[in-house]
């Protein structure tokens, strides 16, 4: 934890100077023992859900206990997402670098003494790797992070973020010092156009182009221009601004400020959706400590230039990621978009032009302007420089953040890194893009992930989710639970998207009752194309992408549905039933228990059955049983109930 | 002048018109449900969709709100166009089977009958919001907005109770494409009675 | 003002900004945390310190799914619909606590007791599916732990 003396140094100094931030970065990094033994736990997230901060509190009762502080005292710190999200809680002893997973708090006493104490490594709670079943002890070994090429992530994990001086000490800033004492506004914008970035939150519109026009509608129209950070990030399954928000404040914080020089910005914003408070909370104790430190607002460092930064709670609608309905929002209006036939650049936020990028955009600036951009265009491929996070979820070993270069194959991705389909079976679609994307199937497993060879199998980058499926993940359902999230979210302004997502919903809901002919089929495509082409915004511009793409991939499962009346994925409730293996059963009544239709009977320690006429198909049972007993049957069993009614 | 082809017919139009303007200046009929010179256009309904093309790049943009530029290839009747225009009325069919207006449209475009559910047979109101528009931007007093999102959109006033802020101008009935506000003012304006409860306090 | 809690202020919620347009979200977030809704006494001296027209500040209430004109419950149960719960039954999770709660998602119970409702995505995937509890995550959530956690909320 920090000492008293330092923080109250940290609060009394402005930097006067870029001079004056590289001199105390200098101190800071000498104030730092590299020997001295630190313990991170890892907070993002699925940690802190898994119990993290239980751990940590553990862990620092132990090391008092330890009666450590009279040896090399070690310090704890808290940290953003480290990634490996299926293995948390994370904990790291450094300079090992020992990487500790899945810690309990009881598991705490265990590594001050074996670890802190003796020097030696808790072998139980080291990775297996899972071929050889050998203990890992190194982050850097495991195969989760070996292929991964973290640069936007790089601080994420080694600096607690709620710190400016461990973040200034890792670099934080000095790209912006370099900007104000040796670049002029064309140097930037110049340089991160032949950096070849592109927009990381979906589209991918070249980010130094659209700095130009910026520049350009400013010749016309002249200032307040306005820098926006879209931090938004509301597609399901995607979580890396989030992370990069928590875990990285001042990355995004320094992009923008070095924009508002190169545009002459004096006002900025950050749209928050409001499910990320940590994010929120930690971007503003960033702001707090750059202001304080001449960072951000009044004369940074030391120039005439000035920028300031509020940050605005999204309040629960997913269309305020779309930049003109964010606009609206930041206004005060209810999100709702506008047609884009100016672009945002010439008039954006109340009308003036505004540069909008995504957190993970705003992320990658400060890596160009310090390493140059033919650095950050060597990475990657040609039209899709540098690297990109994603979300790495569904039905995946590995779980969590990855940050690969572009054009990275999909199925490096999803089996080398993600450790493959729990299972060890191939994975079925991975769907990217989130609800304005769309499905790839396995047999373009080799499909680099760039934005073009992604849009050309009729899927997009996105903002970077890859949610995985396996057999047991129906199409058809994937598609309804698309829709249905956008319907619950499509602002109702225009109405090819307020009646046609229901519209097109209820056409696969009958779908999934076996309802429907091949003709539908082809009016579901009609539909989805008027849609997209009808709609005011992307959000309904692109909400028919996973209906049509599934079409593309999986019309043979769509026709399964309609003509066998099947779900081949044992989904769709409708067309299964469940029942209960007599052989496997072992009467443990634990499913019977839980039945909320009672539809269970059997006696204790003997197989039990299930009444068809009641079983709503719930799955509750199937959830519940220890021994796998309960099967999935499609298609249905017909019930007694049925059987009366059709004879 | 700015010159562009409206279905392969050259066409002269002034810099700030829209497709629309020029369209309706040569009498190329484009339909519309939620334009209305007296307000701002907000590009809701879509009904006024067409097509350009440049090549084989094709998009299709609403013609209300699109601005002309020299060399456009503008049609306003083409397969896309239609499919956009056939769907949005099969589906206002259902929503708002009420009004002859949208089966006149319909009936227009080859729509005879709908395969939607209709839920409310009453129902006349398409969500356009020229009356919100209108009653904002043209009488001043934003008695109604819009409440809700999504699906469960309305047109009302707060609380859905009487407004105060209403002057009973009736403005709203007028610009009405579908005759929905007829039916509505009273809830907006109060019936006169409470109306002159109103005044008296 | 009668259906405030007492120790919650109005105005020096509404003092925290300036009265302008661009604040009326912010506002409306600090009223509806004090208060767990936006009761209309407070709209009203909303819209007074913004210049927003009452109707448009409705509307702005009613858009955004933070914002709820009725009381909340006591306790918020979240269950997370992100695609990675989804594929994992996070809908069965609704429906079950749909059917123990005897409410649709987004309601709250007569006792003013629980708000349910969903969320999309909360960005532990790792852990789906995902139920929040107030503050606390039930992970790999099932029907079993929800009946533990409920009757907890009931006694306390």
Redesign the interface.
């Known amino acids: 934890m920090a000492e008293t003396n330092v923080a109250q140094s940290f609060t009394e100094r402005r930097l006067g100077s870029a001079a004056d931030l590289k001199l105390y970065q200098e101190e800071l990094l000498a104030q730092k023992d590299p020997q001295q033994a630190e313990v991170i736990v890892c907070y993002g997230t699925g940690c802190l859900a898994a119990g993290a901060e239980q751990v940590e509190a553990a862990l620092k009762e132990a090391l008092d206990q330890a009666g450590l502080d009279t040896k090399v005292r070690p310090l704890i710190k808290t940290t953003g997402c480290r990634g490996f999200c299926s293995r948390g809680p994370l904990v790291v002893i450094q300079p090992e670098g020992l990487f500790y997973q899945k810690v309990k708090a009881s598991d705490a006493e265990e590594i001050v003494q074996t670890t802190l104490v003796e020097g030696q490594p808790v072998e139980r709670l080291l990775y297996q790797d899972p071929q050889s079943g050998e203990p890992i002890p190194r982050e850097q070994d495991i195969p989760f992070y070996k292929k991964q090429h973290r640069l936007v992530l790089g601080r994420i994990g080694s600096v607690d973020p709620t710190d400016i001086r461990e973040s200034i000490a890792a670099g934080a800033y000095q790209a912006l010092a370099k900007v104000l004492t040796g670049m002029s506004p064309e140097d930037v914008v110049s340089e991160v156009e032949k950096s070849g970035l592109r927009g990381r939150g979906g589209a991918g519109f070249p980010t130094g182009r659209k700095w130009r026009g910026a520049l350009k509608a400013i010749e016309k129209k002249g200032r307040p221009v306005y820098v926006v950070c879209n931090g938004d990030e509301g597609d399901p399954g995607a979580f890396m601004d989030c992370m990069i928000m928590e875990g990285d404040p001042h990355a995004v914080l320094e992009g923008m400020i070095i924009a508002a020089y190169a545009l002459g910005s004096e006002q900025g914003y950050i749209y928050v959706r409001h499910e990320y408070p940590v994010a929120i909370k930690h971007l503003d104790l960033a702001m707090e400590q750059a202001r304080s430190l001449g960072l951000l607002g009044d004369n940074i460092l030391g120039s005439d230039f000035c920028f300031d930064l509020r940050i605005n709670r999204g309040a629960g609608a997913f269309v305020c990621g779309e930049s003109t309905a964010l606009f609206t929002s930041i206004e005060g209006l209810a999100g709702e978009p506008r047609p884009k036939y100016v672009r945002s650049v010439e008039e954006g936020l109340w009308g003036r032009p505004t540069v909008l990028n995504n957190v993970e955009s705003w992320a990658n600036v400060p890596l160009i302007i310090n390493n140059g951009a033919d650095w950050f265009a060597g990475i990657g491929v040609p039209h899709s420089t540098g690297t990109k996070v994603f979300s790495l979820v569904g039905k995946v070993n590995n779980v969590g953040l990855v940050e690969v270069p572009m054009g990275t194959s999909l199925v490096e991705i999803i089996e080398e890194i993600g450790g493959g389909v729990p299972g060890g079976e191939p994975f079925k679609a991975v769907q990217t893009g989130g609800p304005s994307g769309g499905c790839i199937p396995y047999s373009l497993k080799d499909v680099p992930v760039d934005y073009d060879s992604l849009s050309k199998v009729g899927s997009m980058m996105g903002s970077g989710g890859m949610i995985v499926m396996d057999e047991r993940d129906c199409v058809v359902d994937v598609a309804r639970y698309f829709l249905r999230f956008l319907e619950e979210e499509s602002c109702g302004k225009c109405i090819p998207c307020r009646l046609g997502l229901t519209r097109l919903r209820e056409m696969l809901d009958d779908f999934s009752k076996g309802k429907g002919t091949e003709k539908d089929v082809e009016e579901i495509e009609s539909l989805g194309e008027a849609i997209k082409d009808g709609s005011l915004c992307a959000l309904g511009g692109s909400a028919p992408n996973p209906v049509l793409t599934t079409l593309q991939y999986f019309r043979d499962e769509y026709l399964a549905h309609i003509n066998e009346r099947r779900c081949p994925a044992g989904i769709c409730k409708e067309l299964i039933s469940y029942q209960i293996d007599q052989e496997a059963c072992t009467g443990c009544r634990t499913c019977a228990r839980l039945c909320p239709q009672e539809a269970i009977s059997g006696e204790k320690k003997k197989p039990h059955t299930i009444d068809q006429d009641k079983c709503i198909q719930c799955g509750i049972c199937l959830e519940s049983c220890n021994f796998g007993a309960v099967q999935v049957i499609s298609p249905a069993l017909v019930s007694q109930k049925s059987q009366e009614a059709a004879s | 002048m700015i010159e562009f082809k409206i279905n392969d017919q050259p066409v002269e139009a002034q810099a700030g018109w829209t497709v629309l303007d020029t369209a309706r200046q040569y009498g190329i009929h484009i339909p519309t449900l939620c334009h209305h010179e007296a307000v701002e256009p907000?590009?809701?309904?879509?009904l006024c969709?067409v097509e350009l093309r440049d090549g084989d790049w094709s998009k299709?943009?609403?013609s209300c709100?699109?601005?002309v530029q020299d060399g456009l290839q503008v049609y306003t009747d083409s397969d896309?166009v239609k499919?956009?225009r056939?769907?949005?009325l099969e589906?206002?069919l259902s929503?708002c089977p009420a009004s002859s207006e949208i089966q006149r449209l319909a009936q227009e475009y080859g729509v005879e009958q709908t395969r939607?559910a209709i839920h409310d047979p009453e129902e006349d109101c398409?969500?356009c919001g020229l009356c919100v528009r209108t009653c904002?931007e043209v009488v001043g007093?934003?008695?109604?907005?819009?409440?809700?999102?999504?699906?469960?959109?309305v047109i009302g006033?707060?609380?859905m109770m009487p407004?105060d802020?209403c002057v009973a101008c009736g403005s709203c009935v007028t610009v009405c494409p579908t005759g929905a506000m007829r039916r509505r003012l009273d809830l907006v304006r109060g019936e006169p009675k409470t109306r002159m409860a109103h005044s008296a306090v | 003002m009668s259906t405030a809690p007492v120790e919650v202020d109005i105005d020096e919620i509404i003092e925290r900004y300036p009265g302008k347009q661009e604040y009326l979200i912010f506002l409306l977030q600090d009223v509806q945390s004090a208060f767990r809704y936006i009761p209309p006494e407070a709209l009203e001296l909303i819209c007074d310190h913004t210049g927003v027209p009452l109707s448009q500040a409705y509307s702005v209430a009613t858009f955004y799914k933070s914002f709820s004109l009725k009381p909340k419950g006591e306790h918020q149960v979240k269950v997370c619909l992100g695609t990675a719960c989804h594929l994992k039954g996070g809908e069965r999770l609704v429906d079950d606590l749909e059917r123990k709660l005897k409410v649709k998602a987004g309601e709250t119970t007569a006792d003013l007791l629980v708000t349910l409702e969903t969320v999309n995505c909360l960005g532990c995937c790792a852990l789906s599916p995902v139920v929040v509890v107030d503050d606390d995550y039930l992970a790999q959530a099932t029907s079993g732990k929800l009946n533990k956690k409920l009757k907890s909320l009931a006694a306390q």
């Open positions: 907000s590009g809701n309904c879509r969709v299709v943009v609403i709100m699109y601005p896309r499919n956009v056939r769907w949005i589906m206002l929503e939607f398409i969500l904002k007093v934003s008695a109604i907005s819009m409440v809700g999102r999504g699906v469960h959109k006033t707060p609380y407004s802020a």
